[in-house]
């Protein structure tokens, strides 16, 4: 089945919701409940087929970036011998290493989420480990740290439309 | 209303009766009427009613409102600080309600509850924002600067609030970063790189404050009964704390709710120091404005993750998560560091 789409039946559900069943709602908390119900079918109904995509786009990204952040890492940990960031080098690596987002030409949702939340956790790692080593030197710190911020700033950029899909232009 | 509503209204009432009896020993034929539930929070659920009674050979009348625990919401704060700071504030001139009972445990109305005096007055901070409400969004504006130079400027000791935990004007920065750093780890439900990095900027760039004061914690429009261009009284102590009372200015100013259509955050700054002499650091003013987008961030956080574990069923609450994106995107805009237009 393709049609009606889960997005236009969320759609309709709203519409209905909205047009037929609130006006008869008084003002206070159950008539709160309902118009936020609403809100977040609306918003489910707009990204529903979005997700897959997103996550998939997201992985990438932040593989292709702790590809790039690997040589420095492993600079920092040889040259100064920073025992704690070797181990976020060697957890990076891996986890790069056994990657299945190639592997499978059409992962589900399930399957790239829990690879995001893997990706995720090398980049908080990496973060406490740059805090927790005050001694590495500031140009590699601001190298890492300005890569960083600029894929944070495109993972938010991807995320506001799944967030706040009415938002978008 | 259903006859299972109406019940539960009775048996409130006489539980209500019973409260005021224990915590007034003098009176006597105490009355509770005209009790009806108002819109309520995220976290507290809010009750109006009239009280009577005989006290003293004369009869004394107050109109409540009791603000009584819902489920688990956004954040779960104790009620007893709350009640008190309410209480030690009455004669300072701090626009607030009359505290007058206090249930902790929910022995009398089932849930921690407490009541207050009602005051008159709106809430409605949307109408402050629009274009339409402009004027009168002005006065309540300058009112507001006038309301926090008061606040900031209480002499807490003498009023007894030494029992809020103690903090210094080094420490006040770090303290509340370790408090929702905490809350952060107990509440994600994924590792959000981007939040555990924002801490660590936070803890990195702390600065001193000018003095501790007082502060509200959600200091703003909406947390505020207003008539015409008075504040009549400042509501939702439930995050009161000692610490940088630019804490308080830069939460006012948050985009959301923010009154710079009005009065430029620079102007409130600066008639802010003037009534109340306490110095506005640019360092300080910063620092609060990113720490301000991670506290919302992570009441945000926590009120997702109670829905998503079933501790409430509120649903208005339910896709708060899907609200922080924007939070964290202005913090990295205003990171100093880094501008967001130039990133790649």
């Known amino acids: 089945m393709i049609k009606p789409t889960i997005g236009e039946l969320l759609s309709g559900v709203a519409a209905s919701l909205r047009e037929r069943v609130l006006p008869e709602i008084p003002a206070g908390t159950t008539r709160r409940q309902i118009q936020a119900a609403i809100g977040i079918i609306r918003r489910v109904a707009l990204v529903w087929d979005k997700t897959g995509p997103y996550l998939y786009a997201d992985n990438e990204d932040i593989a292709q970036t702790l590809e790039r952040m690997l040589p420095v890492l492993e600079r920092v940990a040889a040259e100064e011998g920073n025992e704690r960031i070797r181990v976020v080098h060697t957890k990076s690596r891996q986890v790069l290493e056994r990657s299945t987002q190639s592997g499978q030409p059409y992962p589900s949702a399930e399957v790239l989420g ?24 500031s140009v590699d710190r601001n190298e890492l740290k300005a890569t960083l911020y600029a894929l944070f700033h495109r993972m938010l950029t991807r995320e506001l439309e799944i967030t706040t899909p009415a938002r978008r232009p | 209303m259903s006859a299972a509503a109406g019940n539960a209204v009775s048996i409130l009432r006489e539980q209500l009766r019973e409260l005021i009896g224990a915590q007034t020993p003098a009176a006597q034929g105490i009355e509770v009427g005209n009790l009806s539930p108002l819109t309520a929070g995220n976290t507290r659920n809010a009750w109006s009613f009239d009280a009577s009674w005989d006290e003293g050979g004369t009869r004394q009348m107050v109109g409540c409102v009791m603000l009584r625990k819902a489920e688990a919401g956004q954040l779960e704060t104790p009620l007893i600080p709350e009640f008190e700071v309410i209480r030690a504030l009455a004669g300072t001139g701090v626009p607030i309600p009359r505290a007058l009972w ?7 109305v089932e849930r921690p509850a407490f009541i207050l005096e009602r ?17 009168i969004s002005r006065g309540v504006a300058e009112h507001l600067v006038e309301v926090a130079a008061r606040l900031h400027t209480v002499d807490w000791r003498a009023r007894g609030l030494d029992f809020l935990p103690a903090t210094s004007v080094q420490t006040a920065a770090a303290q509340q970063v370790d408090y929702w750093e905490a809350l952060f780890r107990k509440h994600r439900l994924e590792p959000h790189p981007m939040i555990v990095g924002a801490f660590i900027w936070l ?7 000018d003095r501790i004061t007082i502060v509200h914690g959600d200091f703003r429009y909406g947390n505020l009964l207003y008539e015409g261009k008075r504040i009549n009284a400042l509501l939702d102590w439930e995050m009161v704390h000692l610490g940088d009372p630019v804490e308080d200015l830069t939460w006012a100013y948050r985009a959301l709710w923010s009154p710079a259509s009005v009065m430029s955050l620079e102007e409130f700054v600066e008639r802010y120091s003037k009534l109340s002499g306490i110095a506005v650091h640019p360092d300080n003013l910063l620092f609060y404005r990113l720490f301000n987008e991670m506290k919302h961030t992570i009441i945000s956080l926590t009120g997702a993750k109670s829905f998503h574990d079933g501790r409430t069923r509120n649903i208005v609450i339910a896709d708060r998560a899907s609200t922080v994106t924007s939070y964290l995107i202005q913090f990295l805009d205003w990171l100093p560091e880094l501008s967001m237009r130039t990133a790649k």
Not at chain 2, 119 to 135: I, Q, W
Not at chain 2, 203 to 209: S, Y
């Open chain 1, 114 to 137: 829990t690879r995001n939340l893997e990706l995720q956790e090398v980049l908080a790692d990496m973060q406490e480990a740059l805090h927790e080593s005050p001694a590495v030197k």
């Open chain 2, 102 to 108: 206090i249930d902790p445990e929910g022995k009398w």
């Open chain 2, 119 to 135: 005051v008159a007055g709106t809430s409605d901070f949307p109408a402050l924002l629009r274009p339409e409400g402009a004027e």
């Open chain 2, 203 to 209: 803890k990195e760039h702390q600065p001193v404050a």
